[in-house]
């Protein structure tokens, strides 16, 4: 019993720690945690993602089954159905539920039969069913941009097709299980992307890595399942347990350590071993230190006594960002353009210019309502640089930003187009202008900032008025989204060769990658991006321009080439046979597809756009609108009218009908090429059934910046031309009974731009003599270059 007494009276007196316990608490510690760590990360994370991903598998191939069976008696409801031998019949109570069901005789498969008309994907479907007997169903969009469910089955004299709306089968998606994770279902035809149809509500968090796939027999859906986080959890050995007994294995050590200490508190075992047998010196250094310190303190006081005196202190250059932040009243007014803001980058557009116009326009879009601006840019040299300046002065407006990246201009126009909350946004672009150029283009509530507010815009930045806050900042990737959307709205045929040109521009990766989803089989030319534009001007308006992409095509035997400007808002295309197709004929095209369709709608087109376009639009019931040329006056007239489609010479091509109405030059050339696969004919065969005129392209005639607008307004007052109605809407348009010509002013560059057209050669040629020779009256230097 005095025994027992006594030891614990030892261990009341042993302190709680010591000195000596410290290194092999450590030790203990990196044993037991350091191989817990080594123990879950190298071995137990390894067989929990195993786990995860045979449970999420088995999930996944579960849930196919399941789908498995509705495709399975819809089948064979399908094969019950009595032969039809008529249109538009509909559901009985022996047919699948809420199906609608057409036959279709042999001559009667071809695109816009039936009704609702079949397309391309449908007329397929059909024929294959007489081929094949029963072909995989397929969901397909219908006219109004909706899924439906469609199976064909052959029948005697013709074919059988059933549709259904989509929510017959997501009745059965809603009987799986979704309390376990997401579910997706994605659609993949041979040689296609997967394109997503349908995606269960979000409850929580997923585990991406787990996700697990698997096919629906007999048809052409994938189902990807994303287990939650509590599923990931319950099938696997949770790291708590793993680290919760390593602790366990530390405490114990720590006891164990603490036991072997001296209750003196004296030297312990592992420290007696380790001691060696010398003595300390005072101060705890050795003799052989003691001896060297004067030597050390002499080489230090040298070293002191040699070294260089400090120099002279210099005065310190000004920061870059305190020259970006000093306020300046000297913007110059002529970068203030009709519908954007261009100049030379560095010099007229610069750093502090881009953070200035940020706050400007933080301000209005405040003040506008708007909290958030989108932000893109082009591939220029100066434009990462300026948008960077740019978004800090919008963020010290106190209004947020959103980065859309490096993007086409259309690209931001469909991001402020789709967004619930910010359809605001500026993109930083000189658009087809030299490499040296650099700009912005302004979208505010919807609407392009052009004219008169642009001129309010710099007033702001003269007075120095500015909001002032802290916005936040975020990056958005909406590449995706754009490419999903053209792709569920444009159906092409087979496979077409195109050849995209594009000028080393913003749209260097995008085109191809879009068209290849398409369907076609692309060949790239100039699509690596590069500010310094070293192959040829971004502009496609240009017929010098086009040189390069005329022979890639003819040399590919392609069956289409489309060029795109420096950030892709505008389009020229090339026929197989190198034919160039200027706007004006391509807004023909569309406008007889989509007045077929839409009859009466307006139609939209600048003074520099064919005679013929006006004609054809009135032929097909549409109402034609001259108006001002430029991409802003144009989307404003649009919005004003109402109009499906707008389109100007120099390439910006305005769609509404099943799109945004902003000009996309990518959208058009999927369009035109919709065209070509619906009519079952080549460019060149389209071009030929178009109303023909004799014309030049656009002529810029070269003049000083300051004296081109003047030079217009005399032309008007002084100019003679007999026998001629003169529209003054935009510069000054000449019409005579067999043609007419075009002086105005560009509001791109310091220029005066021309164009001419007539009935036949003979008037082309006078037309051009008799504007030429009024030019020449009122500056005798003035000479049309030839075309």
């Known amino acids: 019993m005095a025994s027992n007494n006594q030891s614990a009276n030892q261990s009341a007196r042993k302190p709680l720690w010591h000195s000596s316990l410290t290194l092999p608490a450590l030790f203990a510690a990196a044993v037991w945690l350091g191989g817990s760590h080594l123990l879950m990360t190298k071995v137990i994370e390894g067989r929990n993602t195993d786990s995860v991903q045979r449970a ?37 109570a022996g047919e699948p539920s ?36 029963n072909p995989k169903p397929e969901f397909l969009r219908d006219g109004q941009n909706q899924w439906q469910l469609y199976s064909a089955r052959a029948e005697a004299d013709g074919a059988l097709l059933v549709s259904q709306p989509f929510d017959v089968f997501e009745r059965a998606l809603r009987q799986l299980d979704l309390s376990a994770g997401a579910i997706q279902i994605n659609q993949q035809f041979p040689d296609g992307p997967a394109r997503s149809l349908w995606s ?15 096919a629906v027999p007999g048809t052409y859906l994938k189902i990807v399942f994303t287990p939650s986080s509590a599923f990931a959890a319950n099938h696997s050995i949770p790291a708590g347990l793993v680290y919760g007994i390593a602790l366990l294995g530390l405490l114990g050590s720590l006891f164990g350590l603490w036991k072997l200490m001296p209750a003196d508190g004296g030297a312990a075992p592992w420290e007696k071993a380790a001691r060696g047998s010398r003595a300390p010196t005072k101060a705890g250094l050795r003799k ?11 080489n230090v006081s040298t070293a002191v ?8 202190p210099q005065a310190e250059e000004p920061d870059r960002g305190d020259l970006m932040r000093t306020p300046s009243t000297e913007i110059p007014a002529h970068v203030f353009r009709a519908y954007d803001i261009r100049g030379v980058a560095g010099e007229e557009i610069n750093e502090p210019f881009a953070y200035q116009l940020g706050r400007a326009l933080g301000s209005i879009a405040k003040q ?58 500026v993109m930083v672009t000189a658009s087809h202008n030299p490499a040296e150029y650099n700009g912005f283009k302004i979208v505010m509530k919807g609407r392009p900032l052009a004219e008169e507010k642009l001129q309010k815009l710099r007033a702001m930045m003269q007075t120095i008025q500015f909001a002032s806050g802290q916005g936040s900042h975020n990056f958005q990737d909406v590449s995706g989204l754009y490419i999903d959307e053209i792709f569920n709205d444009v159906a092409l045929a087979g496979q077409p060769r195109i050849v995209i040109d594009a000028g080393n521009g913003a749209t260097s990766e995008l085109a191809p990658e879009l068209f290849e989803q398409l369907g076609c089989q692309v060949e790239t030319l100039y699509c690596e991006i590069d500010g310094n534009f070293p192959n040829h001007a971004p502009d496609p308006s240009r017929p010098e321009n086009l040189q390069d992409l005329i022979q890639k095509v003819k040399a590919e035997g392609a069956d289409l080439g489309i060029a795109l400007d420096g950030d892709g808002d505008r389009v020229t295309l090339i026929t197989g046979s ?6 004006d004929q391509l807004v023909m095209l569309l406008a007889r597809d989509i007045l077929a369709r839409n009859p009466g709608s307006d139609i939209v087109f600048d003074v520099k756009s064919t005679r013929a376009l006006a004609n054809l639009v009135t032929q097909y019931g549409g109402r034609p609108i001259m108006w001002k040329t430029g991409h802003s006056p144009m989307k404003t007239k649009m919005l004003e009218t109402g109009a499906a489609l707008g389109g100007e010479l120099s390439g910006h091509i305005f769609i509404k009908d099943r799109w945004y109405g902003f000009d996309d030059g990518i959208y058009a050339a999927a369009r035109i090429l919709e065209i070509m696969a619906l009519r079952e004919q080549s460019l060149d065969e389209l071009l030929d059934s178009l109303p023909h005129m004799v014309n030049t392209p656009e002529i810029l005639l070269p003049v000083p910046e300051n004296a081109k607008f003047a030079l217009i307004d005399r032309l008007r007052k002084e100019a003679k031309f007999e026998h001629a109605d003169l529209n003054t809407i935009d510069g000054l348009r000449i019409e ?33 003599a008799l504007v030429a020779a009024q030019l020449h009256k009122l500056d005798p230097a003035l000479a049309l270059p030839q075309v």
């Open 56 to 92: 999420a598998q088995q999930v996944a191939d579960n849930h196919a089954l399941q789908l498995q069976q509705f495709f399975a008696q819809r089948l064979q409801q399908l094969r019950g159905l009595k032969p039809l031998r008529k249109s538009s019949i509909r559901s009985t």
């Open 200 to 214: 269960s509500p979000a409850e929580g968090s997923e585990v991406q890595s787990a996700a697990a796939s698997a």
């Open 736 to 768: 005579f009974a067999d043609g007419w010509g075009l002086v105005r002013a560009s509001n791109t560059s310091a220029a005066l731009t021309l164009r001419f057209e007539a009935d036949n050669e003979a008037a082309l040629a006078r037309i051009r």
């Open 578 to 583: 190198g034919r160039i197709v200027w706007a």
């Open 98 to 133: 809420q199906a609608s069901l057409q036959f279709f005789t042999p001559e009667q498969l071809h695109v816009g039969a039936g009704q609702p008309p079949l397309n391309f994907a449908l007329v397929d479907l059909l024929k294959r069913s007489r081929e094949e007997g």
């Open 305 to 312: 006594a040699t070294a260089p005196a400090p120099a002279a």
């Open 368 to 425: 506008s309502g708007q909290d958030v601006l989108l932000v893109g840019r082009d591939g220029r040299n100066s434009s990462e640089l300026l948008r960077d300046c740019l978004i800090e002065g919008i963020l010290e407006s106190g209004c947020d930003t959103v980065d859309l990246g490096l993007v086409p201009s259309p690209l931001l126009y469909f991001a402020c187009a789709r967004s619930k909350n910010a359809n605001s946004g």
């Open 288 to 298: 052989e230190d003691l001896q060297k310190t004067p030597a050390a303190s002499e």
